[in-house]
C-alpha cells in the first residue's frame, strides 16, 4: 500500500464546532488544504487545534462542516477504508498498545493480513528486529523505555502498511536520546507522514510546515520561514499570570 502514486490529502472548507454550556465553541474554524508534500509538520500552541486537525485525518474526529479526503475516500462515508490508508500514533503510547508484549501487540496489527499464527509470529518479530527492538520483543511492555514504546507502537502502526502515518506529537514525552531514536525513525519512513510537534527542530525536518493558532492556520509553507512566524506569534502572545 505504501507504493505508487503519493496519497493526496484535501480539507474541503473543513469546520469543527463542539457544544458548549450555553452554545458552541469553533475547534477549527473554515479550513482549505490540499496536502501533497512528503512530510508535514504541524505547529502551535497548547489548544491551538493542531490535534484536532490531525484527528480529522483517519475519521477521530469528523467535522462539523466540509469534508475530507484521502485519496478521494472521504473519512465519514469512507471511514473504514481511510483507516486503513491512514495510521495513527498518539503522543502516549500506552494509550494504544494494548498487548501485554511488544511481539503480541504487532501480532494484533497483523491479524488480518497474516492468518497463520506461526508466520503472523515471525513476521511481527522481523518487524521489531528491523526497528531494532528484537532484544525487547518479548519483555513487557511496562519495561520498556518511553522511545522503545513509542517505536513499538510505530511498528504495531506500520505493520498494516498504511500510506499515510500521522503521528500527534511523537517526541514529547521523550528524553533527548529516546527523542534522536523516534526522529530517526520517522525521517527514514517511505510513508507521507504528517505530525504535530512542539519540537521546532522536529518541524524543521519536514518540507512543509502548518501554523495553527485559535482554531486557524495562520501561516502555511517553506520550514524555516514558518516556524519564524510561530516564534514571532509566541513572542507576541501575553504570558498567562
Known sequence: MTSGTASVIRFANVEVVVPVAGGSRTILA????????????????????KSTLLRLLNG???????????????????GRDVRRRVGFVFTDPLSQLVMPTPVEDVELSLRRTVRDRRARTERALAL???????????????????GERQLVALTSVLAVE?????????????????????????AALPQRVV??????????DADRVLVV?????????????????????????????
Open 195 to 204: 505530525l504535530a510537534t512542539h519540537d521546532l527542530d522536529l518541524a524543521l
Open 30 to 49: 473554515p479550513l482549505d488544504l490540499t496536502l501533497t508534500e512528503r512530510r508535514i509538520a504541524v505547529i502551535g500552541g497548547n489548544g491551538s487545534g
Open 60 to 78: 477521530l474526529i469528523v467535522p462539523s462542516a466540509g469534508s475530507v479526503t484521502v485519496d478521494g475516500l472521504d473519512t465519514v462515508a469512507d
Open 128 to 146: 521489531l528486529t528491523e526497528r531494532g527492538l528484537g532484544q525487547v520483543a518479548r519483555s513487557s511492555v511496562y519495561d520498556l523505555s518511553g
Open 213 to 241: 493558532d485559535q482554531g486557524r492556520v495562520v501561516a502555511d509553507g517553506e520550514p524555516a520561514a514558518a516556524v519564524t512566524a510561530y516564534r514571532r506569534l509566541v513572542a507576541q502572545t501575553p504570558s498567562t499570570p
Open 162 to 186: 498504511p500510506a499515510v502515518l500521522v503521528a500527534d506529537e511523537p517526541t514529547t514525552l521523550l528524553d533527548l536520546r529516546n527523542r534522536e531514536l523516534v526522529r530517526s525513525a520517522l
